[in-house]
């Protein structure tokens, strides 16, 4: 029996306190089912630390971190202590460095929950967002800082190679659902990057012609969304499409501290990382009322990904064993906070 090493990086806000949940959640299994052996270290960084050593997490994070078997995240940022762009930089540090490319975001309605959208259809997709490249890429820099002529250069990077095994990874996945698959960008008005995204799908939609494939630019695909979210399987978004995507699909499948996430790095030469989709939520931060659910999905995909997929059914159908049964928090109509709807999940485990 195999024991995972898994690093966790709670964060800010309700990132400690949902990543708190969601272990209970694991130590729970672990100590019922014989057949699960995880080992934990916990790394505070964030903000606190920020305050301590003038850094959001150390300089040697990447190679403490390469020894694990995977990472888990609760969520980071907290703009009223310290600019978002320092304490979320680690975090897009690692994805990059790590080379977990394809970030998997499943989002569907679940039993028990209400989609904020009055007549939703069917919700059941997977957003893959293409996690290494693009518009987050920390290409550029300011001339002229802070005088009236300031100017800003943000630089964004699509490579042929980078589109290729996204859109790979994309049709995979398709494959093992509805076999469908829409690509967004905005070749539009974007003639070199987004068009080379158009370029590189035509060159490799042949090698995947059983899977029925169409492309939409960004601003009609927010529109669909909401209008008729049902039409879509696999999405294939760029980093920054696939972000806002993401919550939007959040919104629609109910409440985005539903939804989990998965940064992988296929060829798993290094961790992958396993998180929320959401982020640190200072306005509820504190109050005992985040959703712990996305999280908890979040670990369940990350147990999946280390080849315990019975434990990871067994997560999963206890989620939705509660939400079906109308258990939830406030942000889904319900009235538990996160130690009480986790205490429901173990209740189902
Ligand atoms: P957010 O995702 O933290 O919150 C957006 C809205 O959703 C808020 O109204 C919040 O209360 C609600 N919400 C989010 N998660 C929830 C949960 N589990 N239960 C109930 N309600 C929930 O996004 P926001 O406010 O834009 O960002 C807050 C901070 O989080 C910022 O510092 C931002 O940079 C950071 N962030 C970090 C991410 C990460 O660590 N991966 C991802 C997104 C944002
Ligand atoms: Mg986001």
Known sequence: MPTHKIALYPGDGIGIEVLDAAVRVLDHLQSTAGDLALEYERFDWGCDHHDRHGVAAPEDMLD??????AIFLGAI???SRLADHISLEPLIRIRQAFDQFACV????VMDGVQSLLANPGKIDMAVVRENSEGEYISMGGVYKTDRPEEVAIQTAIHTRKGIERILGFGFDLARKRRRRLTMITKSNAQRFGMVLWDRVLESVRGDYADVECDKLHIDAAAMDFVRRPDRFDVVV???LF?????DLSGAITGSLGLNPSANLDPTRRHPSLFE??????????GKGVANPVGAIQSAAMMLDWLGESDAARRIQSAVEGALA?????P???????????TDRIIERL
Request: net charge negative; charged share 20%; glycine share 20%.
């Open 64 to 69: 403490v971190l390469r020894g694990f078997d």
């Open 77 to 79: 940022g907290f703009p």
């Open 105 to 108: 975001r499943p989002a569907r």
């Open 237 to 239: 978004a760029s980093n």
């Open 242 to 246: 696939g972000d806002i995507l993401t």
């Open 276 to 285: 929320p989709v959401h982020g640190s939520a200072p306005d509820i931060a």
């Open 325 to 329: 049964a109308g258990e939830s928090t």
């Open 331 to 341: 942000d889904v109509g319900g009235t538990l906070g996160t130690e009480g709807m």
